[in-house]
């Protein structure tokens, strides 16, 4: 079956450290998300794809960045990682095109604790 | 840019019951989705329904149905006959269609319990 999955669940690192979290989905979808999740914020976006060699930045991207080398994954990475980026961060894919509902498809999340 | 609000942090519902949980959103765009996940304790995000800006009746799926007033920008989710499987987090979502882009903006959540 088609499934979307992130790396490691759990993690929990000290502050300045670079962290990355990994994204595989086997949807063959082009578009591809990450998220955060905080209490009080629901989800807020964090990086986008729309394909390959393609990325964008979304509304809490500081200090963080992605890259898009092949359908299946988008890594996130931390590039130096703060204790305000505790959180719970998702992985998330929807289908290329003008298909109105077009869900996005969420992986289970991984809880990153930074000390 | 877009907003959704949802001003219910938590409810309480009898089994059995329905239960309406409030969504209201802002756009100045003619053409968007609203979509309702729902997360169980466990942490997943489920999909449970999807409105289009320019869908003429309601959207339903099973027992969630979506009460979309447009003229006053709302996007209510409505669960009939709770379960307390129903128990969980509820997110409004919306996706902005004009500009092509094709992430969604969330809303930050109701709790829901359902009370045996």
């Known amino acids: 079956d088609a499934e979307i999955t992130q790396s490691p669940r759990h993690k929990i690192t000290e502050t300045g450290r670079q962290v990355t979290l990994a994204c595989h989905q086997t949807?063959?979808?082009?578009?591809m998300f990450w998220y955060r999740q905080d209490l009080g914020h629901g989800l807020r976006l964090i990086h986008y794809?729309?394909?390959?060699?393609?990325?964008n930045k979304g509304e809490v991207s500081d200090g963080y960045s992605v890259s898009r080398s092949n359908t299946e994954d988008l890594p996130l990475t931390l590039e130096s990682a703060a204790s305000s980026q505790t959180s719970v961060y998702f992985c998330?894919?929807?289908?290329?095109?003008?298909?109105?509902?077009?869900?996005?498809?969420f992986g289970p999340g991984t809880r990153l604790t930074v000390l | 840019a877009q907003k959704i609000t949802q001003t219910q942090p938590g409810m309480f519902v009898q089994e059995k019951e329905a239960v309406t949980l409030d969504c209201t959103y802002d756009t100045s765009d003619q053409s968007y989705g609203l979509f309702w996940y729902k997360q169980p304790s466990s942490g997943e995000m489920i999909f449970l329904i999807y409105?289009?800006?320019?869908?003429?009746q309601n959207a339903t799926e099973g027992r969630y149905s979506l009460n979309f007033q447009k003229a006053r920008k709302s996007a209510n989710l409505v669960i009939s006959a709770s379960q307390l499987g129903d128990s969980a987090m509820y997110f409004c979502a919306m996706r902005v269609e004009d500009t092509g882009r094709r992430a969604l903006t969330f809303g930050s959540g109701t709790r829901l319990q359902v009370q045996p």
């Open positions: 409105q289009g800006s320019y869908d003429e």
């Open positions: 998330a894919s929807s289908v290329r095109g003008e298909v109105n509902r077009n869900e996005q498809f």
């Open positions: 949807w063959n979808h082009n578009n």
């Open positions: 794809s729309y394909g390959v060699q393609d990325t």
